[in-house]
């Protein structure tokens, strides 16, 4: 018959500080940044605190700032997150296109400004009838312009559309109340 082998198994050894030593720094380091005693401050004066944050939030101003942050909420929710990068990052090259028009402007003014009888720059005469009449034909700027119209008739038509209330505008289900 065999012989039975014997094995005590041993823990392996400590590779960190075990977990109810992560809790007692976790409770030390809250003490020192003083988050405890701020938090026993609020639980022991939450009448006082509950009736301060409603007496602000009761205020008109309050309440407009809160709803204001709910209508952008549900503005952003409708709009899918690539449409929104496309539209931030457009905003974004047409900041940097105007600002790179802008400063091209002041350094040709600024050099203009020596020599004011040679003020014969493309940019700021007129273009006259028939530099209105290429504009007119130009494809790329039509094509440039037609999205900015259609986008002025659509802000313009919603500006128009009544809202009694914004929550049903946006759901399109009527609220229950007075």
Not at 24 to 45: C, I, K, M, P, Y
Not at 104 to 114: F, K, M, N, V
């Amino acid at each position: 018959m065999a012989t039975r082998i014997e094995h005590d198994d041993t823990p392996p050894p400590a590779t960190g500080p075990s977990a109810r030593q992560e809790l007692d720094q976790l409770v030390q380091t809250l003490h020192e940044h003083g988050v405890l005693r701020f938090a026993n401050d609020v639980v022991a004066s939450n009448h006082e605190l509950l009736r301060i944050v409603l007496g602000g939030l009761d205020k008109p101003g309050t309440l407009n700032a809160l709803q204001n942050a709910s209508a952008l909420a549900m503005a952003f929710s409708a709009l899918p997150p690539e449409r929104f990068y496309q539209v931030m990052f457009a905003i974004k090259e047409a900041i940097e296109e105007i600002s790179r028009h802008r400063h091209e402007g002041a350094a040709e003014d600024a050099s203009q400004q020596a020599d004011l009888d040679q003020r014969s720059s493309s940019r700021d005469a007129a273009p006259g009838i028939t530099g209105l009449y290429r504009l007119l034909n130009d494809d790329e700027l039509w094509h440039a312009i037609k999205p900015l119209a259609a986008g002025l008739r659509a802000f313009s038509q919603r500006l128009d559309r009544p809202v009694d209330k914004p929550v049903t505008d946006f759901t399109g289900k009527p609220t229950e109340g007075p």
